[in-house]
């Protein structure tokens, strides 16, 4: 009989409720463990917080504008700075100067060189000079005269070479022709030499003038 007794206590002691005193029990865990009410608040607040994050990046990558377009080639070799000198560009060159002075000349047919005046006909006893004046040649130089007579034939040629000194600012030469020489006498039955002639000067190989008279 006294076993029963302290049984019936112990069970009225193991389901009596927690009074108005006592506290109560903690939740139990997914095993039976007590979970602390702080850590369940903890995690909750970093919950949020890592959804707001998610949500603020989602936000700014639909806001963020795309790049402007890359500007067109003309565009941008505009706006790309000249680029600088390596060095002072050379100013160009001055032309050279001629190392001579041109020269001019003045001349004409006579056939007195005492009284050089301009003639034009001429006897067949008379000695044709072509006369010329030279005005700022120096150095060497060979003046050439064609005698061509009426038939167009080159009757004489006469070649004249002369290294002018460069303190001399004029120079005089002459070349002839003559009929009463070697060859060249005229008999009165020789027409081909009467009529009209021409003399041609050359200086260095160009032709410079020509010269009309005639023979009678």
Known sequence: MKKDSRDRRFK???????????SRPAPAGPQGQEVNPHTLCLRGFLLVVILL???????????????????????QKAMEPAPALAGKQKAPE????????ASTF????????????????????????????????QGSHEIKVLWIRPDKTVQETV?????????????????????KKG?????PLEGKFIGPWKAQ?????????EYDFSIF
């Open 106 to 137: 003045h001349s004409f047919l006579t056939k007195d060189l005492n009284r050089p005046i301009p003639v034009t006909s001429f006897s067949k006893n008379d000695r044709i000079y072509l006369l010329t004046d030279w005005t700022g040649l």
């Open 183 to 187: 060859l060249l006498n005229i008999s």
């Open 53 to 75: 994050v998610v949500f603020s990046l989602a936000m700014g990558c639909k806001k963020k504008e795309k790049a402007p377009p890359a500007p067109p080639a003309a565009e």
């Open 159 to 179: 070649r004249i070479k002369e290294n002018i000194s460069s303190r001399s600012s004029r120079h005089t030469t002459w070349a002839y022709l003559s009929f």
């Open 201 to 209: 000067l050359f200086l260095d190989g160009k032709f410079l003038k």
């Open 94 to 101: 001055a032309p050279a100067q001629a190392q001579t002075q």
């Open 12 to 22: 009225a002691c193991a389901c009596r409720p927690a009074g108005a005193g006592g």
